[in-house]
Every structure is written in structure tokens, then in C-alpha cells.
């Protein structure tokens, strides 16, 4: 069914279908629709959840990892300061390798604050050993919530599902709502490897020793170390994993297949710009423009940003003359973080393109196609590296 | 309380294993090997960091027989309502969802998520195991520290405050059960136990747990010493019970009775050595005037 609804819809729909069976959260602007839609759904009986209102996002996560110990998929969504306020649970979610999916609906964060859209809250969270993916339309955000389940379940690994406030969020786009029953095909059952159970005991995350330990039968068990590398290399190996469900999702529901990088006129182009969300839509607009002017000039949209695909970042951006990193999120005192991660991504590359950083967006400042294309045009000029210093753009000091 | 449990009936089934990590005398020790007990074994636990977290033992050894998920320190309350969560989707309404959290992990940090839980009806136990300080990370002030208790941050002069009254902010949230219990009186704590399994929605006890190593008294009269602070009014057992408060088990003797004084307790201990004459006389005043209101009654 095909339907003109908010991004926020589109994700409370992707929940509904993914017959999610615990949501807790705490209402933050812009994420509230959201949240909303699901106690109605909740509320009228077409989705048979337990809604938890908490009093808190640090509480909202604490339900979702308890109840997935307890073997229940369960889902949660925040955004800025909330998702600031879970950040020990971010941490503990994934360290302790539970499957929970959360969207994180794009806003900066405070002093001072500000509701309006950047990337500064789930950029900052980066580390936190979830998985991060970034949507570009409200297509991507009911599908991204399907395959995040997926994925989260496969790798054991929590998923963060961001996309932009307002500018998604609270904007109408017509967007497919998939058939239960092909959701149903796609997405199997949660069915965890254990879960809290008077019948099989367990201490689950209790105090970890630096070194490793034998169990009372004399078996080795991992030490805090094992775990945290188990963490990563399966993280790493989620790349793969990745790729596969999205080809999954493909065959089912016949669309998709940039799992990693979504690509507009990149074929023949010397010059790329690369960014997260919808931006990466804006900038089509931009490639419009400066190719008309003979530029060739493509963009990217950088979907999956941990793990970090380095290698299909690699591929795609190396035989480059110049990348234009576009970014709505700072490394303060430093750069802009994912052009850090694609300057490192290239430097094993044999061909070393130069690399440009701009911030823009921050706190919701209008982006305007006039400065993107002036911006973009520049950069395709001098194609060489200048220094780590980003550029920023609409900046009125 | 209709039948009371005596050591003649108590359930042998041992679900705390010995030789754990507690430390010698450690009140915690006796009331979780009780309390469990009463829990029984289809129950699903709640642990924040504290001395339990020590007590439960280091992975992969566990000295608890019971499923346990450990958490943040601020959550206790909320994860309990996760796993409740879990247990409704999947039609589980038997498994009893306990939560058992020291003072601080009470009364400070995790009291937005108690009080959350407790607005919201969550049909779980809470306990709090108070032995009044921050024991695990070496003896500071809580916000159920008593007044003018030396810990290593009230170094010389002792805890300026007074004690937070926990139950009583719990009890305002007009749930069905809230109750005290001490670890003295561990039978008392068993039935209260076996009571609140029975109540639908939030049931909080709040266990009185003396602590050798931070209250700085020899281990073997961590007993005697539980007893005194209920024998001389500091510290009362009572249920509120559908908002009704009653006094129970030793303390509901000591209505009408000569109490023995504060100073008594107070001696046996090296935390309350900053405490002056008049202090103490201050204290005893008030204690007198909290129990000629009980005696009235």
C-alpha cells in the first residue's frame, strides 16, 4: 500500500511490521510523533506491544535491554539530548549484544539549545558499539527498520536507525507500507540464543576479570578483553552481513541494493561529494547544476557509518580526482569525524585524492542550494588537499 | 500476619551457594539467602552494582542460583519493568520479577526509576538492602546515612543530614505494600516476602542491614547490633499495608515498653564516635517523640 505520511509514520510503521513486542521511550522533539504513533497503534489494538512510557531515556534503553534478555524484540527511539542521556546504556546494549533497534531522529544538541536538525548526537555516539545507518527518504526509513531487525539479530548487535529532524521527520513523501505477509517472509521470529529463564539460570554482564577464567567445570570463559574483541570483529564482519540482507530485502520486496553507498552520477565523475541523510538528496540538485556547467561531478550518500565500510568507500572514491565531505557534525578542535574516516580509509589507497571537509546545518542553519553549488564548483576548481581545517558553510560571524 | 515461619519450616532448598564473596558478618549475606527463599525459584532478578554484584560472584562463577541480570547503577527499577515487559509479551504471569538494590542505588541514583515504576504499577518487589553508606566503593555518605555518621566523606565530623525516610517516598506513591524489615529478624523479612509475592503491583522492603567493615563493629555481632537499633526506636519494622501503618515483629513489642537508649547502639559502633553528648541527646528526643505517637496509637 502506498500512502503520503511524515518519516516518523513511516518508521512507527516499520515497527507495527516488525512485530516488535516491548517499546519504551520518552518523548523528545522531533522523535514524539513517532513515539505517539505507536501508543496509538498500541492503544487500538493493532499491534499487540507492551508501550512502556517511561520517565526517562536512560530508562527507556534500561527497559529495552532488559527486555531483550528476556527474549523479547523490543524497540525505542530518541533523539539529541535523549540519546545523550542513554549514552552509558548505549554502551551496556551493546556490550551486552542485545538485537534492540532505536531510530534516532537527527536534532543537535545543547548549550544552547536548539531543536533543529544536524548529526552532532548520533555522530557523537559513534563509539558506543552500535551500528549506525543514515536514511535519505521515508522509503528508506520503513525499509531500514525492517532490515535493521534483521541485522541486529543476525550480528547480535544493537542498530541505530538515524534520520534527519523535520526535515524527514515531520515532512510528507509518498512511501510504500510493505504486506505483512511479505514482512512476515523476510523477517523470522525473534529467537535469541538465551534468555533470562527460571529454568536455565544465568548472571548475565556481572563483574569480568582483565584475564581469562575457567567456569567450575574447568572450561576457559573470556575475560573482559575476548569480549570487547569478539564485539569489534563482529562488528567488522556485520559489513558482509549487510550486503546480504539487503539483497535479501531486494528479492522480496524488489528494491534496494545500496547497502553501503548510494551513488548519483558517479560513473564518469572526477569529483564526488560525499554526506549523510538527506542531504545527500539536496546535493542532486547541486550535481544538476554543475554538470550542466560540464563539471563532472557526482555525489554519495554514505548509508551505513559503523562499522565503517572503508573498503567500498575505498573502491568507490580512490580513482577520484577530488572528495567533497559534506557534514552536519564536528570532531571539535579537529575536523569533521567522517571526513577523518574518509581521508583514513584512502590513505592505503594507491591513488590519494585530494579531500575537502565542510561543516553546514548545524543547529537546524539553513543549507541553500546557491552556496552548495558555489561550494561544490570551488572545490572541483582546486582539486588539492589544503589542510584539515574544514570550511564552513552559511557561517555569519 | 496469620502464620509466622520458624526455622522449623523455612524451605531447606538453598539457593545462595556458600563460601561467596560477602565479607565475614556481612548482614546481606543472611537476609539474601532468606530472602531467596521466600522468592523461590521461579523469579527473575534485578541487580545494580553494589556488594551484592560482589557477593553474586566474578564471571564465570555464580553464587546465586536464580537468572540475574546485572545493570546500570541508576536502572534498577526500570529493567525490572523490561523484564516484566518481556514476561507479559510472552504470556509468562507467574515469574516473580525482583529487584534488590543497596541504599544508594535506592535512595539516590535509582529513586527517578523506583518512583517511575512505582507510578506505573509495575507488579514487582523491590528490595533495599540499607547498611547506610556506599559500602562497595569503601564507606560513603548516602542519603541514608544516619546524621552525624563518620564516613570517608563525612571524615571528621561526621554526616551533617539526616537519614532519608525511603519507604515514606515510596508509601507516597500509594502503593499496596511497602514494609521494613532487618536483617536480625530474617524470618520477619521471609514472611514479608511470601506477603508481598501475593499483592499485585510495586512492593517495596526496606531491609535494615548492618555492615561490620563500614559500621566498624567485630563481625560476629552483626545479629546483636540489628537487634539493638530496632530495640532502642532507631530503626522500626512496620508494613504499610492499602496506606494502613502498622508496627511488626519486635517493634510492635515495644509499644508501651521501655526502650533501651540510643547512646547503647551508638557505643557499639566506630561510625558514631564524631557524635557529642548533645547529639545524641537530640537523638533520643526524637526517637522518644517518633514512638509516643506510636504509643498512642
Known sequence: MHIIESGNVAAANGVKLAKVQVIAAYPITPQTPLTEKLSEFVDAGEMDAQYIPVESEHSALSVCIAASSTGSRVFTATSANGLLYMNEQLHWAAGARLPIVMCVVNRGIGAPWTVWNDHQDAVSQRDTGWIQIYCCDHQQIIDTVLKAFYLAETVNVPVMVCYDGYILSHTYM????????????????????????????????????????????????????????????????????????????????????????????????????????????????????????????????????????????????????????????????????????IKSALYCAENKPAVHNYILGLGGREIKTDHLVECLRNSCKQPKTIGDTPQWIGLKL | ????????????????????????????????????????????????????????????????????????????????????????????????????????????????????????????????????????????????????????????????????????????????????????????????????????????????????????????????????????????????????FSLTGASEKLIGKKRKTVDEYFKTQSRFRALSKEQIENIQNEIDAKWAEYNKK
Not at chain 1, 539460570?201 to 569480568?208: D, F, R
Not at chain 1, 520486496?253 to 545527500?280: H, Q, T, W
Not at chain 1, 562499522?307 to 579537529?334: C, H, M, T, W
Open chain 1, 174 to 341: 509518498p512511501f510504500e507500507i510493505p504486506a505483512q505477509a511479505d514482512v512476515d517472509k523476510f523477517l523470522p521470529p525473534f529467537k535469541p540464543d538465551y534468555a533470562l529463564n527460571p529454568g536455565q539460570p544465568a548472571n548475565l554482564n556481572t563483574v569480568t576479570l582483565p584475564d581469562i577464567r575457567p567456569d567450575v567445570r574447568g572450561n576457559m570463559a573470556p575475560g573482559y578483553m575476548e569480549i570487547r574483541h569478539n564485539l569489534h570483529t563482529d562488528m567488522r564482519d556485520a559489513i558482509a552481513v549487510v550486503a546480504d540482507i539487503d539483497k535479501k530485502f531486494a528479492e522480496v520486496f524488489g528494491r534496494n541494493g545500496n547497502p553501503y553507498i548510494e551513488e548519483y552520477k558517479c560513473d564518469d565523475a572526477e569529483f564526488v561529494a560525499i554526506c549523510m541523510g538527506s542531504l545527500s538528496y539536496h546535493l542532486r540538485d547541486v550535481v544538476d547544476i554543475l554538470r550542466k556547467e560540464g563539471i563532472p561531478v557526482g555525489v554519495m550518500g554514505l548509508r551505513l557509518y559503523r562499522p565503517f565500510p572503508d573498503q567500498a568507500v575505498r573502491d568507490a572514491l580512490s580513482a577520484r580526482k577530488g572528495i567533497i565531505v559534506f557534514e552536519k557534525a564536528l570532531s571539535y578542535g579537529n575536523q569533521g569525524a567522517l571526513y577523518a574516516d
Open chain 2, 1 to 244: 500476619m496469620t502464620e509466622k515461619t520458624t526455622i522449623l519450616n523455612l524451605p531447606e532448598d538453598e539457593l545462595v551457594h556458600p563460601g561467596n564473596r560477602a565479607c565475614a558478618g556481612c548482614g546481606l549475606s543472611i537476609i539474601y539467602r532468606i530472602g531467596l527463599k521466600a522468592l523461590g525459584r521461579d523469579t527473575i532478578l534485578v541487580v545494580p552494582p553494589s556488594c551484592l554484584t560482589v557477593l553474586q560472584g566474578l564471571y564465570p562463577i555464580a553464587a546465586t542460583q536464580l537468572p540475574c541480570l546485572n545493570v546500570t547503577f541508576a536502572s534498577t527499577a526500570a529493567a525490572a519493568t523490561g523484564v516484566l515487559g518481556a514476561l507479559r509479551a510472552q504470556k509468562n504471569e507467574s515469574t516473580i520479577v525482583a529487584a534488590w538494590a543497596g541504599d544508594g542505588g535506592t535512595s539516590d541514583i535509582g529513586i527517578q526509576a523506583l518512583s517511575g515504576a512505582c507510578e506505573r504499577g509495575e507488579d514487582f518487589i523491590f528490595i533495599c538492602y540499607d547498611n547506610e553508606a556506599y559500602m562497595n566503593t569503601g564507606v560513603q555518605r548516602s542519603g541514608t546515612t544516619p546524621q552525624g555518621v563518620i564516613t570517608t566523606t563525612t571524615p571528621f565530623s561526621g554526616k551533617a543530614q539526616k537519614k532519608k525516610d525511603v519507604p515514606s517516598i515510596i508509601a507516597a506513591h500509594g502503593i499496596d505494600y511497602v514494609a521494613t524489615a532487618s536483617a536480625s529478624y530474617p524470618l520477619d523479612l521471609y514472611d514479608k516476602i511470601v506477603k508481598a509475592k501475593a499483592i499485585k503491583g510495586p512492593k517495596y522492603i526496606h531491609v535494615h542491614t548492618p555492615c561490620p567493615a563500614g559500621w566498624g563493629f567485630n563481625p560476629r555481632y552483626t545479629v546483636k547490633l540489628g537487634k539493638l537499633a530496632v530495640e532502642t526506636g532507631l530503626f522500626d519494622l512496620y508494613e504499610i499495608e492499602n496506606s494502613e
